[in-house]
């Protein structure tokens, strides 16, 4: 933007980047005022099947924006999603307004855990879930260790719970699926500290500057 002479201090023209600031005051873009940095936020939302984690589809399904109109509080501004839940997976979503924070909690490194309950048909064993711990390759991909285990189990139906840090594209119905299940309800249930819990469905929250602290203080790297 600097090369583009779009950068200004002032009445006059910012030439280079080695450019010392003490504030932002009086740095405008294309004539706009430069704010500082808004304090990182963090909201808890209940996403609901049937809708894309993303702002637009290409296919006209409706997307979480749709809903966020409505459940966000006053004053939310725009937010990004904390990584994806899949067209028909629901459950806790969490949305920041800080990108850099966004894909700190999104990269493997960081390993947050993120659970999920699965109801599932077909036949499994609670030391098949277990041997998860170690991980497992499907088709050339390796999925890192799982914390698998059986809910409960109600004839060839039962619900499961895994938790996982690495959060790959499908991965818990992938896994659940090279395990001979087939996998009807997918709830995402936990990501890092937080919980779903009665959140209602459709609803966000704003989680509070004093949890967001310190579960940032928990990242490595992360700014307190």
Do not use: C
């Given at each position: 933007?600097?090369?583009?002479?779009?950068?200004?201090?002032?009445?006059?023209?910012?030439?280079?980047?080695?450019?010392?600031?003490?504030?932002?005051?009086?740095v405008?873009?294309?004539?706009?005022?430069?704010?500082?940095?808004?304090?990182?936020?963090?909201?808890?939302?209940h996403?609901?099947?049937?809708?894309?984690?993303?702002?637009?589809?290409?296919?006209?399904?409706?997307t979480?924006?749709?809903?966020?109109?409505?459940?966000?509080?006053?004053?939310?501004?725009?937010?990004?999603?904390?990584?994806?839940?899949?067209?028909?997976?629901?459950?806790?979503?969490?949305?920041?307004?800080?990108?850099?924070?966004?894909?700190q909690?999104?990269?493997?490194?960081?390993?947050v855990?993120?659970?999920?309950?699965a109801?599932?048909?077909?036949?499994?064993?609670?030391?098949?879930?277990?041997d998860l711990?170690?991980?497992?390759?499907?088709?050339?991909?390796?999925?890192g260790?799982?914390?698998?285990?059986?809910?409960?189990?109600?004839?060839?139906n039962?619900?499961?719970?895994?938790?996982?840090?690495?959060?790959k594209?499908?991965?818990v119905?992938?896994?659940?699926?090279?395990?001979?299940?087939?996998?009807?309800?997918?709830?995402r249930?936990?990501?890092?500290?937080?919980?779903?819990?009665e959140?209602?469905?459709?609803?966000?929250v704003?989680?509070?500057?004093r949890?967001?602290?310190a579960?940032?203080?928990?990242?490595?790297?992360?700014k307190a």
């Amino acid at each position: 933007m600097i090369a583009e002479g779009r950068v200004r201090l002032g009445e006059d023209l910012i030439e280079t980047p080695a450019t010392v600031l003490t504030s932002l005051n009086g740095v405008t873009v294309d004539g706009k005022p430069v704010k500082e940095a808004e304090a990182t936020r963090l909201f808890a939302f209940h996403k609901p099947a049937g809708l894309i984690t993303a702002e637009r589809d290409p296919a006209g399904r409706p997307t979480i924006y749709t809903a966020l109109r409505n459940a966000l509080p006053a004053g939310a501004g725009r937010v990004m999603p904390v990584g994806r839940l899949d067209f028909s997976t629901e459950g806790l979503l969490l949305l920041t307004n800080d990108g850099e924070f966004k894909r700190q909690l999104e990269l493997p490194a960081t390993g947050v855990p993120r659970t999920y309950r699965a109801r599932a048909f077909g036949d499994v064993t609670q030391k098949q879930l277990e041997d998860l711990i170690d991980g497992i390759e499907i088709d050339g991909v390796r999925y890192g260790k799982i914390n698998a285990n059986m809910e409960r189990k109600t004839g060839r139906n039962q619900w499961i719970e895994m938790t996982l840090t690495e959060g790959k594209n499908r991965e818990v119905r992938r896994v659940l699926e090279h395990l001979g299940l087939k996998v009807s309800r997918l709830i995402r249930v936990g990501y890092g500290p937080f919980a779903l819990d009665e959140l209602p469905k459709g609803s966000a929250v704003e989680i509070a500057t004093r949890d967001l602290e310190a579960f940032r203080r928990t990242l490595g790297g992360a700014k307190a």
